[in-house]
């Protein structure tokens, strides 16, 4: 494999962006805003693993939170049980979001386009109940505490700015990881069955089996923000992880731009301090985020930032005297 | 046995509702290939429309027709400002109508708070027989429906307009090149949906009280209808509509009622896999050229 220039360009302004992310807590921000900087990390981990199935593949999942409450759910239940911490949860958390993600894929991939994300949704929402009807072990409708610091070297990484670093490490983890994948013949493999799935098929290349390695890929993603968001937030339960709360997930995913490298990290970031910027409340931003959603899909369906480059090309070829609006080059995808 | 009779006509009516989802998601899907996930919120809206005047003091008839109007107003309007848009790309559509969600259901809240909504049931009889209590008001939802669909199956199989809008689904260009005004057609069967999914809130509320995320369960439980019967196949709507009220007045009478919920998905999991086209066969969408 092959890395070429214009392959680490596209990793740059990501590491770049995330270098200095690293860097905030030296300005000694607000407790608020780091809370909000870590949820938002969180939801971006998840991202990574919808990006690479919704840009990569074009498969969208309405389950993704499911898989995130998997990951959440494992970790609580290790720890509750097993006494087991922080950094055998994030394995076993991640094979564990991967197995039911597989359980989860194999049938629903069975039918195509919408069906699949009906089936998803309609799994999403099955799990929600399962953990609501699971009596003690999965803490009923009240769900489950963590109670297990997150230590490192013996140090306690409980405090918002070390447990920030602890985030940031994990997204730069993910977008090198994503970044890998995109670039990999196996990328390039899901992006075949994206553009035209009959002729990647002709090709040979076995569409349900990629397509499912895919799901579970994303899958693993979910299950390690799972993991950091129970060490995050201390309490989980069954509410968060439904199916409902997956549409603010792809709404992410869909204003920052899927396909992009960049895509997941803008969006989480945007959608998470848009309403503290405009200083909305929730209500408010909520109508804000669905109008952002809709216009986007109708204005630049790919994204805020491909919108963005998009624009810039057409700008930078308009001034060569080229006609017709340029595409980003597709390697940087 | 009593309790069993009771059960089944409460899932009865509760099923009548989500018919009504799950033939106005039909409907759509058929001609457009919009998954309108928003539908849910369609009827969440009727039921508000229906609150907002029954609580300004309309009787409840009236108000249940000023509901319907009000959703198939909006579903005119979305449709030409936004639907409309998307009927090359159906995925798109979809995503639109997950953004539609979030926009209506918090449009509510902003003005009318995120509490229980309910109004004083309509009709307060109850018939006792054989040791049945049956409330008339179930009865009317039922009756409702049963009248409403056969109205529109009627209108569907029957009429020179139903004819023209299954040429539409068949084939939608040949259809346009016949003279039939195919747009015209989608712009009309996303209102009829809409006025359904109306009427499905108005009599929601008749039955139950609503809060602004009422619409999410139930436009789910009015796909996984929709898809059982097969998406597009109206008869197969109402028949799957008949089985998921019965199976979940059922395990309601045998005391499984928390597991409510999930029969409808498991069931829809279960049809998707052995039968991908639902039980009663349905089309895969308008054929795009």
Redesign the interface.
């Known amino acids: 494999m092959i890395k070429s220039v214009s392959s680490l360009r596209s990793l740059a302004p990501v590491l770049i962006v995330l270098l200095l992310l690293a860097l905030v807590p030296l300005f000694s921000p607000s407790n608020r805003f780091l809370s909000l900087a870590i949820s938002a990390g969180i939801n971006i981990i998840a991202l990574y693993g919808l990006s690479v199935l919704f840009g990569q593949t074009g498969i969208l999942s309405m389950g993704h939170t499911a898989l995130v409450g998997v990951g959440a759910y494992t970790a609580a239940l290790l720890a509750r049980d097993f006494d087991i911490g922080f950094w055998v949860s994030i394995p076993v958390a991640g094979i564990m979001a991967a197995i039911v993600a597989a359980i989860i894929g194999i049938p629903s991939l069975r039918v195509s386009g919408h069906h699949f994300v009906i089936m998803t949704f309609a799994f999403g929402q099955l799990m929600t109940i399962i953990l609501t009807n699971g009596g003690d072990y999965t803490g009923g409708a009240s769900g489950l505490d963590m109670g297990k610091p997150v230590t490192m070297f013996g140090a306690d990484l409980d405090a918002l700015p070390r447990f920030y670093l602890l985030v940031v490490a994990f997204v730069t983890i993910s977008a090198v990881a994503s970044w890998a994948i995109i670039n990999s013949s196996y990328g390039r493999t899901l992006r075949a069955i994206r553009e035209n799935e009959k002729l990647a098929a002709a090709l040979g290349i076995n569409v349900g089996r990629h397509k499912i390695g895919a799901f579970i890929v994303s899958g693993v993603f979910a299950g390690v923000s799972g993991v950091l968001l129970a060490y995050f937030l201390r309490h989980i339960s069954p509410g968060q992880f439904a199916s409902f709360p997956s549409i603010y997930l792809a709404l992410m995913v869909m204003i920052g731009g899927a396909r992009l490298l960049l895509g997941p990290l803008a969006g989480g970031i945007l959608v998470s301090f848009l309403p503290e910027v405009l200083n909305l409340d929730p209500v408010q931003s909520r109508i804000l985020y669905g109008v952002c959603l809709i216009a986007v899909i109708l204005f630049l369906p790919n994204g805020l930032i491909a919108g963005i480059a998009d624009g810039w090309t057409w700008l930078a070829k308009m001034s060569k005297r080229t006609p017709a609006a340029g595409n980003v080059p597709e390697a940087g995808r | 046995m009593d309790i069993l009779l009771q059960q089944l006509l409460n899932g009865l009516s509760i099923a009548s509702v989500i018919t009504l989802i799950a033939v106005g998601v039909t409907l759509i899907f058929g001609l457009t290939g919009i ?1 309108n996930f928003a539908h849910g919120e369609f009827l969440m809206v009727g039921s508000i429309v229906t609150w907002l005047a029954v609580s300004n003091g309309i009787a409840f008839p009236l108000a249940l027709i000023l509901g319907v109007l009000a959703v198939a107003l909006m579903g005119f309007v979305l449709e030409r400002i ?1 639907f409309r ?2 009927l090359e ?4 559509g ?3 109508s ?6 209506l ?3 509510v ?2 003005f009318w708070n995120a509490n229980q909504k309910s109004i004083p049931r309509p009709l307060t009889t109850v018939w006792e027989i054989g040791g049945v209590r049956i409330a008339s008001v179930r009865v009317m939802v039922i009756l409702m429906t049963i009248a409403v669909v056969a109205m529109t199956y009627v209108m569907i199989t029957r009429s020179r307009y139903g004819r023209a809008l299954r040429a539409s689904v068949e084939d939608r260009d040949t259809a346009a090149l016949m003279g039939i005004p195919v747009r015209r057609y989608i712009t009309g069967v996303f209102v009829l949906g809409s006025a359904l999914a109306g009427l499905a809130g108005g009599l929601l509320i008749a039955l139950f009280p609503i809060t602004p995320f009422t619409g ?1 369960t139930m436009v ?1 439980k009015g ?2 209808v929709a ?1 059982i019967g097969g998406l597009g196949n109206l008869s197969g709507a109402v028949a799957a509509g008949l089985i998921l009220g019965i199976v979940e007045g059922l395990s309601a009478g045998y005391g499984f009622s ?2 409510t ?2 029969y409808s ?2 069931l ?2 279960l049809v ?2 052995f039968r ?1 086209h639902g039980l009663f066969g349905g089309t895969s ?1 308008p054929k795009m050229a």
């Open positions: 998954i936004i848009f998307t790309r159906p995925t798109n979809f995503i639109v997950l953004g539609l969600i979030v926009v259901q918090h449009i809240i902003l999410g789910m796909f996984a898809l928390e597991w919920d999930a998905f498991g829809m999991i998707l896999l991908p969408g």
